[in-house]
């Protein structure tokens, strides 16, 4: 065996007391987009929304309007709506009104603890897992989460507000669509993490495969729609695997047609519950990931 995958921890398959093997741990990335994914509908809906007065029909149909009126990206006129609905109804929005809108987000079943049985299956099997966010969301609302409050993420990566000195909104900082979502993981593909003026020419700049911290075969995309396909499918063609989740109490159609266009590996409710067919599923990837590791180890 090569002597730089000789180090840190005795594992095998099945049990971190086995000695038969002393190798170095593989990375596994699972990476989850948020409204619908883990919670049960867009986050905005649960209190944000409501304390405009409004419906989120009426809501999103403004959203759309101003998409197709103006030709403008979806996630920056929803971003646009939610500054100049809190100014029309005299709302003060601040960083930590934000954050506390987070306490109202509600979740599928199983999610809040789903991160530690997961986080404790890796150690046992020898693995080292590690948790991300890629939403269109707000990503001081996801901070102020409960999962989030938990430090269960080495990186949230969602819509973002400037704030002045009084924490009073200024600018768009950060607008994450569809398609943006996908720099992010070529970020965590290549450990650069932070978005900065010299992460830029790292991020760009030529890694060989060998040198990439986590390689693409060894993540896991979850989401659960259309605008999760630019990284459905960029995880799946680079040999990771992607899932797709459903609300079970409306139908998994548009899951199934993900499934059919070759989008995804597989569908599964949006059950995180302990043994839900996503946990399974999710811990026979991490099992066939350290799999190949040792195999590869060996060459």
């Known amino acids: 065996m090569n002597e730089k995958l000789k180090v840190e921890v005795n594992v095998s398959l099945d049990s971190e007391n086995d ?10 990335a699972l990476m989850y987009d948020f409204d619908k994914t883990l919670c049960t509908k867009d986050m905005q809906e649960y209190g944000f929304i409501p304390e ?36 029309e109804k005299k709302i003060r929005i ?35 897992v590690e948790h991300y966010i890629v939403s269109s969301g707000i ?33 768009p900082k950060m607008a994450v669509n569809y398609t943006a979502k996908t720099q992010f993981l070529f970020r965590i593909n290549k450990g650069v993490l932070n978005i900065d003026t010299e992460s830029i020419n790292k991020l760009n700049s030529f890694t060989p495969e060998k040198d990439r911290r986590i390689p693409f075969q060894n993540m896991i995309y979850i989401g659960d729609g259309l ?19 459903y609300d079970q109490d409306k139908g998994k159609n548009a899951a199934q047609n993900l499934l059919k266009d070759n989008r995804v590996n597989y569908i599964v409710p949006a059950d995180y519950n302990e043994g839900s067919e996503i ?5 026979a990837i991490m099992k066939k990931i350290k799999a190949v590791f040792i195999m590869e180890s060996l060459i």
């Open 19 to 28: 000695e038969d093997m002393v190798i170095r741990q593989p990375i596994v």
């Open 52 to 87: 405009l007065g409004m419906t989120s029909a009426e809501f999103w149909g403004e959203v759309k309007s101003l998409t197709d009126s103006q030709s403008m990206d979806n996630v920056l006129a929803y971003m646009f709506l939610m500054v100049e609905k809190c100014k």
């Open 227 to 245: 605008t999760d396909v630019p990284c459905m499918k960029l995880v799946k063609a680079h040999g990771g695997q992607s899932i797709a989740v």
């Open 139 to 171: 990503k001081e609302i996801i901070e102020g989460t409960s999962i989030a409050k938990n430090n269960e993420f080495k990186e949230i990566y969602a819509c973002e507000f400037m704030y002045d000195y009084n924490n009073i909104i200024q600018w």
């Open 94 to 128: 601040t960083k930590e009104k934000f954050k506390e809108l987070g306490n109202n987000v509600k979740f599928f079943g199983g999610v809040e603890t789903w991160f530690d049985r997961i986080n404790n299956y890796a150690k046992k099997i020898g693995v080292r």
């Open 279 to 283: 946990e399974v599923l999710v811990k």
